[in-house]
Nanobody
Framework: QVQLKESGGGMVQAGGSLKLSCSSARPTFSTESMGWYRRTPGKEREVVAVISSDGGVTNYVDSVKGRFIISRDNAKNMVYLQMNGLKPEDTAVYYC??????WGQGTQVTVSS
């Protein structure tokens, strides 16, 4: 049983959109905060967005504010990251993570100029 699994990555032109999904197999999903992180080769992994267990509180790194939206559906054990107005600098491997310390395997997002 996979704890967390991301999907939805791909290649898109600058200005385009993608929606990432993260499916959780954890029975405690609805009690856990969740987040999306990303890593580009040669750079430290950074937090992109986080969401509280009930979805009531969200936070974003400054570079994606106004463009990305994190959401969750606790009835489906799913977390999403809607990415709009994508820029080449958004190119990275995106990871889903739980507040309890579990990570997915990542999904590649590539944005061409």
């Amino acid at each position: 049983q996979v704890q967390l699994k991301e999907s939805g990555g791909g290649m898109v032109q600058a200005g385009g959109s993608l929606k990432l999904s993260c499916s959780s197999a954890r029975p405690t999903f609805s009690t856990e905060s969740m987040g999306w992180y990303r890593r580009t080769p040669g750079k430290e992994r950074e937090v992109v967005a986080v969401i509280s267990s009930d979805g009531g509180v969200t936070n974003y790194v400054d570079s994606v504010k106004g463009r990305f939206i994190i959401s969750r559906d606790n009835a489906k054990n799913m977390v999403y990251l809607q990415m709009n107005g994508l820029k080449p600098e958004d190119t990275a491997v995106y990871y889903c993570a739980s507040g309890s310390g579990y990570w997915g395997q990542g999904t590649q997002v590539t944005v061409s100029s």
